[in-house]
């Protein structure tokens, strides 16, 4: 696909490295706009996570999860699209919105997504049909199609999907031509972002971080796997998976942060992410960064506890649930987490037993 060549030397997509950049404080920004952070993380946490809490609440959170993404998405693209582009793609139609979410997803690990049919682009409804296989999650994808077509068109949107086959999907977007009514905009998530001293060897070819040559980018497929363990990975905004969470407990009540929390810490101890991988204190804090989680600035452990301070923290429930379950595996004893945010914006986790 053109735009999307692999470096010769580490394997990693030159599109992600030349929109990207993993700084040193434990972030991922793009970088045309460092207010825009993102996360890589394995798409089974963030499935597990959620089927978790649909498990323990007893419902399904699909339509939150769609819901949720398609403001995120919406917000994103009508702060970042410019406004001539947005006039254009009304003129001319929504391929060119398709096409780069084609070629997107398959730089971010979002799945192989084909573009089946375009209809009535401009009658009184429009509908778009397109393919997925192998997506990063259905409902995430629902609401980025959904909130892209509702920033560029400017239309109410309603998405569905079908599936084809075992991880084939068909999704059908219906673009009305009632105009997108008012509607209460996501408060803009901000994030701290403090200096920090982490520091990731560069490919001699394209700079960026080495330690991403242990993945590998399936153009073809829109997979990325890390080559010895198998896992799945994708390039998402944090933003709109803390909107999820947000959404989550506005809808459910305050106790879903200690639900998201008990989802993670029970999918931690099923043994997906091993002991090793968090063996010091550095690889730990490698990993989160990595992961563009933030930076570990303290981790104190005692008889019986765990404290954490965490410097840019983003997908707090997650993280929290994270370290309990690691302290679980550690330590082999039932433990609790406590945590707030301070003042300028870090995260503390205390667990004790």
């Known amino acids: 696909m053109p735009g999307n060549k692999l470096c010769p030397v580490c394997g990693i997509v030159k599109r992600v490295n030349r929109e990207h950049e993993w700084l040193g404080n434990g972030t991922i920004v793009q970088r045309a706009n460092c207010d825009h952070r993102m996360v890589f993380i394995e798409i089974e946490n963030l499935a597990k996570t959620f089927s978790g809490v649909e498990e323990i609440i007893g419902m399904s959170i699909d339509r939150v999860i769609v819901e949720a993404k398609r403001r995120a998405t919406f917000d994103f693209v009508d702060h970042t699209l410019p406004g001539i582009v947005k006039v254009i793609v009304r003129l001319v139609g929504m ?14 690990g979002y799945g192989n997504i084909q573009l089946i049919s375009v209809k009535n682009t401009h009658s009184k409804e429009s509908i778009v049909k397109i393919s997925i296989k192998e997506p990063y999650s259905v409902p995430l994808f629902c609401g980025d199609l959904a909130g892209a077509f509702n920033a560029v068109r400017r239309r109410q949107v309603a998405v569905d999907f079908e599936e084809l086959a075992p991880d084939y999907f068909l999704i059908t977007g219906h673009i009305s031509q009632h105009p997108l009514e008012l509607q209460e905009r996501l408060q803009a998530k ?3 972002h403090k200096p920090g001293d982490i520091s990731f060897d560069k490919c001699p070819e394209c700079s960026g971080p080495a330690i991403l040559s242990e993945y590998r980018w399936d153009l073809e497929r829109g997979v990325i796997e890390n080559k010895e363990r198998g896992r799945r990975m994708v390039l998402v905004g944090p933003a709109a998976i803390d909107a999820v969470m947000d959404e989550l407990e506005k809808e459910l009540g305050d106790s879903i942060p200690h639900v998201i ?8 101890k099923t043994g997906f992410y091993t002991v090793d ?19 570990m600035r303290d981790i104190e452990w005692s008889e019986g506890g765990l404290r954490i301070r965490l410097e840019n923290p983003c997908l707090i429930p997650i993280i929290v649930g994270m370290a309990l379950g690691f302290f679980e595996i550690t330590s082999g004893i039932e433990g609790h987490a406590d945590w707030e945010q301070s003042e300028d914006g870090d995260l503390l986790v205390d667990i004790s037993s």
Do not use: C
Not at 95 to 108: K, Q
Not at 261 to 268: C, K, N, P, S
């Open 261 to 268: 929390v008990e989802a993670q810490r029970r999918f931690i």
């Open 277 to 295: 991988e968090v063996a010091s204190e550095e690889l730990f804090r490698t990993q989160l960064a990595l992961r563009g989680l933030g930076n």
């Open 190 to 192: 901000f994030y701290e």
């Open 95 to 108: 391929s060119p919105v398709i096409r780069n979410i084609t070629a997107l997803g398959s730089v971010m």
